[in-house]
């Protein structure tokens, strides 16, 4: 009996499969090892393959695809309702290939190795980046057991390193020296490998035209650009910019019910890497807005009414939906006219 649709629960080494008919009968329910998966699939005629959106589910969707079959990825959280009873990876196989063939479930765009390549190197960076607070805290909190403490920020970090360098400073025992110039010189490395990222990112950012479309945006510069752009595969799979809003984490959670709206904070669904950048963005905006309130006057109103906090989210969220429109209609960003011309 020919196999009209899988689901296929992926993992490191253990695959399970649930194939169905097209009257819904189950054909195959088995494990398959990793090296034998493309195998199986070699010898089936395209089907519709269903897989969780999870780690390595883009490559397995690129490689099945590569062999005609039609793939579509779909977020855990929405395939877990159809599990039927307990929690195994026959059931959860059974779940992904009935949730596939539902008329109204919201599936992930695959994302091609080019963008998973670019969204590699933010990730790598914001660990490095991570990892340069630590060693930084590190150090401020052993030099603040000696007594020796600096400033916040940028010029005190280098006033402590200043203090480990010198040979001559008697209030810093030689071993503790050592260890203090062990943090520095980690310290140093991971500050160069951050400035490469950056460099690449900064090219791929100059290379890809709808980036720099994204950078014309006020609040969203390379970094925020270039992270958009490798994440959005299809703008076109969102119906609007308040669906991409969403996606992204930045609407109100809701707790409606019999036609009484309740409305809580944003629901940080989606990525929280997006969000960040987009609030971290949209806090530089308020910053301007603060220092000449009559280019902004929707924010100087904003601010009036709401908390800093608040009114920086609210603004991100117009940031997502502004950056739909700028992908979606593969335009630059046009600043509002004045009121005076309006």
């Known amino acids: 009996m020919q196999i009209t649709t899988i689901g296929l629960d992926i993992a490191k080494t253990v695959f399970q499969v649930h194939g169905v008919d097209g009257e819904g009968n189950v054909v195959v329910a088995r494990q398959l090892r990793r090296g034998r998966l493309i195998a199986f699939f070699e010898k089936l005629a395209p089907c519709l393959v269903g897989m969780e959106a999870c780690a390595t589910a883009h490559y397995w969707a690129r490689e099945l695809a590569r062999l005609g079959h039609t793939v579509r990825l779909m977020p855990p959280s929405y395939v877990k309702p159809y599990v039927k009873r307990g929690k195994n990876d026959a059931a959860d ?92 010189a980690q310290l140093a490395a991971v500050q160069g490998q951050i400035g490469a990222l950056e460099r690449r990112l900064h090219a791929e950012h100059r290379a890809s035209e709808a980036s720099r479309r994204l950078e014309t945006i006020p609040g969203i510069g390379v970094i925020g650009a270039s992270a958009i752009t490798a994440s959005v595969t299809d703008p076109a799979a969102f119906k609007s910019g308040r669906e991409f809003a969403a996606w992204i984490g930045l609407v109100p ?90």
């Open 253 to 342: 959670r809701q707790n409606s019910t019999g036609g009484k709206e309740r409305l809580g904070g944003i629901s940080k669904q989606g990525d929280r890497y997006l969000r960040r950048l987009l609030v971290v963005g949209a806090l530089a905006v308020l910053k301007q807005a603060r220092a000449h309130p009559d280019k902004h006057p929707w924010l100087s109103e904003l601010m009036a009414r709401r908390p800093a906090k608040v009114a920086a989210v609210a603004l991100a969220n117009k940031m997502a939906r502004t950056a739909w429109a700028v992908l979606a209609k593969d335009e630059s960003y046009r600043p509002p006219a004045p009121a005076a011309a309006a």
């Open 93 to 184: 196989a059974a779940a992904i290939c009935e949730a596939v063939t539902r008329p109204s479930m919201r599936f992930v765009s695959i994302k091609s190795a080019e963008q998973q390549s670019a969204l590699m190197v933010h990730r790598t960076r914001d660990l490095l980046i991570r990892q340069r607070t630590q060693l930084i805290n590190a150090m401020r909190s052993h030099l603040a057991e000696l007594g020796l403490v600096a400033a916040r920020g940028r010029e005190g970090v280098a006033r402590l390193m200043a203090l480990v360098a010198d040979q001559g400073e008697e209030r810093l025992p030689a071993l503790a020296r050592v260890a203090c110039q062990a943090l520095m």
